[in-house]
C-alpha cells in the first residue's frame, strides 16, 4: 500500500505563490493534483506519469501552476503562482499504483487508487 504525504499548504493574498509537495511510499505510475472546495467536485488540476514524463493541465490552471518530479525523492511538486480566491480549496495528491502503468496522465479521480490527506491552501483578497 502506497502512502502519499502533503506537505506546503498555507494562507496567501491574492497573486502570491505556494509549492505543495507530495512523497509516496512507494513506486507510482502515475501522479496528479486535485483539489475540491465545501459542496463542489473534487477537481482535476494536473497529471503526471512516470514512464513517459508526459503532464496534463486543466485549463483553469494552466501558466499559473507547474508540477515537477524528483524520483529520487519519489516526490512531486506543484508550484503554484498568481494565486487567486478561486484557487482556495483543499489540495489533494493522488497515485495510480496499477502494475499497466498508463502512458497518459489519468484526469479522472477514478483511475486513482491512493489519495493523501489533503493540504489546505486559502488565497485571501
Given at each position: 500500500?502506497?502512502?502519499?504525504?502533503?506537505?506546503?499548504?498555507?494562507?496567501?493574498?491574492?497573486?502570491?505563490?505556494?509549492?505543495?509537495?507530495?512523497?509516496?511510499s512507494g513506486r507510482t505510475y502515475a501522479m496528479g493534483w486535485f483539489r475540491q472546495a465545501p459542496?463542489?467536485?473534487?477537481?482535476?488540476?494536473?497529471?503526471?506519469?512516470?514512464?513517459?514524463?508526459?503532464?496534463?493541465?486543466?485549463?483553469?490552471?494552466?501558466?499559473?501552476?507547474?508540477?515537477?518530479?524528483?524520483?529520487?525523492?519519489?516526490?512531486?511538486?506543484?508550484?503554484?503562482?498568481?494565486?487567486?480566491?478561486?484557487?482556495?480549496?483543499?489540495?489533494?495528491?493522488?497515485?495510480?499504483?496499477?502494475?499497466?502503468?498508463?502512458?497518459?496522465?489519468?484526469?479522472?479521480?477514478?483511475?486513482?487508487?491512493?489519495?493523501?490527506?489533503?493540504?489546505?491552501?486559502?488565497?485571501?483578497?
Amino acid at each position: 500500500q502506497v502512502q502519499l504525504v502533503e506537505s506546503g499548504g498555507g494562507l496567501v493574498q491574492a497573486g502570491g505563490s505556494l509549492r505543495l509537495s507530495c512523497t509516496a511510499s512507494g513506486r507510482t505510475y502515475a501522479m496528479g493534483w486535485f483539489r475540491q472546495a465545501p459542496g463542489k467536485e473534487r477537481e482535476f488540476i494536473v497529471a503526471f506519469t512516470w514512464n513517459t514524463r508526459r503532464t496534463r493541465y486543466a485549463d483553469s490552471v494552466k501558466g499559473r501552476f507547474t508540477i515537477s518530479g524528483d524520483n529520487g525523492k519519489n516526490t512531486l511538486y506543484l508550484q503554484m503562482n498568481s494565486l487567486k480566491p478561486e484557487d482556495t480549496s483543499v489540495y489533494y495528491c493522488a497515485a495510480h499504483t496499477d502494475y499497466s502503468g498508463p502512458l497518459y496522465p489519468p484526469t479522472i479521480t477514478s483511475a486513482y487508487d491512493h489519495w493523501g490527506q489533503g493540504t489546505q491552501v486559502t488565497v485571501s483578497s
